[in-house]
Every structure is written in structure tokens, then in C-alpha cells.
């Protein structure tokens, strides 16, 4: 039980870092961190295979992704653009989308279908509760929807910040470039006009 609060505050505690951090690196280790607090957690609940999954992918592959995003917009090095206040305005929206989510999910929790399982065994026997066989099979049976839609949420959110970033993505010599031969262009419209 000791183990679980200590985890617990672990969880929340780089949750919050996460989120607040000055830096966007150190929101990283902090993820770094609520990660394999979590894959603790689930070897305390004798889930070795959401342990190891919870490693390798998340720590693993999720990681290097939200690294390699902070390394392609340099957002570590140089500050972002400020504009304007935007918060006013989305306040509505977004309260009434969340309200909405809460909405949904209160219904689906209320009239959800208790799932059938398999029968409860040993750690490690094959087509029991919480065995790999079975959490394949769940994975790509009933939830593969959830799964997918998390994916494609991944997805969105990388091509958002690389869209939100791509100002800042340009190489400043090509930019250059850009506006001499935009300059270059005017002055030949204008020279044909004079002629």
C-alpha cells in the first residue's frame, strides 16, 4: 500500500512538472519520469508485459518523437513569437467541449456491458486475464478503435507542431534569398512598366 502512495505522488507530482516546466526539454524528463513511475506502478499490479510496453514504447519510441519535434523546431534554443491573447475567446469553446466530453462519458460508463473475461490465473499462464494472448486479443478485437484514434491524436499533434513551428523551421538564407528575388522581381515589373 506504502508503494502505491509513493508512486501516486510520483505520478502527479512529474504530471505537474510536465505541464509547467520552463523548457521544453525539461517537460520531457519530466514525461520521462511519469513514464517509468507508471511502469513501476503496473509491475506492482504483477502486469510485467504493461511494464515492459509501457518502457519500450512509450519511454522508448513516444519520446524520441516529442524529442526529435523539439529538436526539428529548435524550440529549446529560440523563444516562440509572441501573439496575441487568444484565451478570452476559447474559454467558451473549450468549456462547452469538455462539458460535452464529461457528457459522453458519463453516459457510455453508465450503460456499458460488463465485458466477459477470461478466467483470473498465475502470472504468466497462457489465455488467462491480464496474459499476453489475451491482451493481444483484446487490443485488436474490442479496442481497436481507442487504439487507433490514439495514433491518429499522435499524429495530428506532431503535423500541428511542425505547422504552429514552421516559421521558425526556415533556414534564414533561403528567407534571404526569398525576398531578394522578390525584390528583384518588382523591379523588373516596374522597369517593363517604364519602358
Known sequence: MIQFWILAVILIAS????????????S???LLLNFAALAVLYLTLSAEFLAVIQIIVYSGAILVLFVFV???LSSGVAPFAMG???????WLPGATFVLAALGFLVYAVSKAVPVLTRPA?????ANVFGSVGDFGTALFTVQLLPFEVTALILMV???GVITLGGEQMR????????RTVE?????????????
Open 70 to 72: 523539439i529538436a526539428l
Open 183 to 195: 525584390r528583384e522581381i518588382r523591379e523588373a515589373i516596374l522597369r517593363e512598366g517604364e519602358g
Open 157 to 159: 499533434a506532431v503535423i
Open 121 to 125: 490465473g498465475p502470472v504468466g499462464t
Open 15 to 26: 504530471a505537474v512538472w510536465t505541464i509547467s516546466a520552463s523548457k521544453p526539454v525539461y
Open 171 to 178: 533556414d534564414p538564407g533561403a528567407r534571404r534569398h526569398e
Open 84 to 90: 496575441p491573447n487568444r484565451l478570452p475567446r476559447i
Open 28 to 30: 520531457v524528463v519530466a
